[in-house]
């Protein structure tokens, strides 16, 4: 790859996270809106000192659920998506596995899920990692082994790749 699609892909791969990581707050404010709305309606009844502690849990709350959709959100995007989530879907990239050609497994999208975390919960300072690598991996491709391309490279490449599969799988009987 050159240079140039090479930095054309990192560009496509930040705007997809970010535009994956927008969505997971905007699901997660509609979730701690409606529970607020539903203890204002439901639970109008209680006496104004309860409905204020029940209130002021509501950091404890937005927390939780933020953590439950972040995981929700990647781990069931990248597995019934074939390894694209809504953002990549619009940028027009693929999370592609190596031991499989139709998406990731179950397993590659729980721990490609944990590199984000691990990224999220370490300030953000992990996501300049394909910055600053050559071959541009990030925490999540890495821990996963799996990467990240658009998809006319990896028809483009399928040819080779299943080549070079055939001479390794005749390596290992050998």
């Not at 074939?82 to 596995?97: A, M, R, V």
Request: proline share 2%; aromatic share 14%; with cysteine.
């Amino acid at each position: 790859m050159t240079s140039k699609i090479k930095s054309e892909l990192l560009k496509k791969r930040t705007y997809a996270f970010s535009l994956d990581m927008a969505l997971v707050l905007f699901l997660n404010k509609a979730i701690t809106l409606s529970y607020t709305n539903f203890l204002r309606t439901v639970f109008y009844q209680l006496a104004p000192q309860t409905q204020t502690k029940v209130l002021q849990s509501y950091s404890y709350v937005t927390l939780s659920t933020l953590w439950i959709v972040f995981w929700a959100y990647f781990v069931l995007s990248y597995y019934l998506g074939q390894g694209k989530t809504p953002g990549k879907l619009i940028f027009e990239i693929q999370t592609f596995s190596k031991k499989t050609k139709d998406g990731l497994t179950l397993t590659e999208s729980l721990v490609r899920t944990m590199g984000h975390f691990v990224c999220v919960i370490t300030g953000l300072f992990l996501f300049a990692l394909p910055y600053l690598r050559k071959d541009q991996k990030s925490l999540a491709d890495i821990i996963s082994d799996t990467w990240v391309s658009t998809e006319a490279e990896e028809k483009q490449l399928a040819p080779v790749i299943d080549l070079h599969q055939t001479s390794i799988d005749e390596n290992k009987a050998a």
